[in-house]
């Protein structure tokens, strides 16, 4: 039985002065009403300090955003995994659209992070998903397909326990729109059988599998209740208590 994870991506929001209180606010939230859900937050770089500070022996996981493709040297504005890991972070989102879109990132950039991620013992939420134009030419099986068998390319079947997909469709992160539950379960199906595929049928069945884009509190139930549907990668509605803790608990 796959437990559902649901995580919240701050994205460029928060100092670190509001990220504290938020956390100390959002931890009493969930602690006075509970939540049955493997829980993060991914905080900028600059406040994840402030952030652990309050989390750091809660249920709640502090990841990062992103992170450099090489363990030090000569990259000026980049954060290594060896200096998330000595914070302690342990988990970090890589892949995510507007890392892609943004700043060019490619399959076989975010391939190499995958692998360094691993190699120095982090968990991975990696970000797949089509876009409006790619969809609607009929090529949402051959993008995804892609970003797996690429993004995943040397990750030995031993490590995919360290690892999370998140399906974002590109065109619903952000924008209030939302693929119909239906729809998303269909590509969650897709990207499982693209996993057993590549790997095992237990692997695949055990695969954390989380949906992002434009989730809320009044849509998260129906997504939830979807066979392939894990989780949540949830972004504006992360940045309120009153918006994150009903999905926290939408199964309570």
Same mark, same amino acid.
């Given at each position: ?19 504290? @209180?938020?956390?100390? *606010?959002?931890?009493?939230? &969930?602690?006075? !009403? +509970?939540? %049955?859900?493997?829980? #993060? ?99 949402? @099986?051959?993008?995804? *397909?892609?970003?797996?068998? &690429?993004?995943? !390319? +040397?990750? %030995?079947?031993?490590? #995919? ?92």
């Amino acid at each position: 039985m796959r437990k559902a994870y649901i995580a919240g991506n701050w994205k460029m929001n928060m100092t670190a002065t509001e990220g504290r @209180e938020y956390a100390k *606010a959002l931890l009493a939230a &969930v602690k006075e !009403k +509970g939540a %049955d859900v493997k829980m #993060m937050v991914a905080p900028p770089f600059v406040t994840i300090p402030a952030v652990l500070e309050v989390l750091k022996d809660s249920p709640i996981i502090v990841a990062a955003q992103n992170m450099a493709d090489h363990k030090s040297g000569a990259y000026t504005g980049e954060v290594s995994p060896l200096m998330l890991k000595d914070l302690g972070v342990n988990t970090v989102i890589l892949g995510h659209s507007e890392r892609r879109q943004y700043y060019g990132e490619t399959n076989e950039i975010i391939n190499g992070k995958i692998l360094l991620a691993l190699e120095c013992g982090m968990d991975v939420v990696y970000c797949v998903g089509e876009t409006l134009e790619e969809r609607e030419a009929g090529k949402l @099986e051959e993008v995804l *397909a892609s970003q797996i068998e &690429v993004g995943l !390319k +040397g990750v %030995d079947a031993s490590a #995919m326990a360290h690892i999370t997909i998140a399906y974002e469709p590109v065109w619903a992160i952000g924008t209030g729109k939302t693929a119909s539950a239906e729809d998303a379960d269909s590509a969650h199906l897709f990207i499982r059988e693209t996993v057993e595929r590549l790997y095992s049928k237990d692997i695949a069945e055990n695969l954390i599998i989380q949906y992002g884009g434009s989730v809320k509190a009044g849509n998260v139930k129906a997504l939830m209740a979807k066979e392939n549907i894990d989780g949540a990668l949830v972004g504006g509605a992360s940045l309120s208590v009153e918006q994150f803790l009903p999905i926290l608990t939408f199964n309570k």
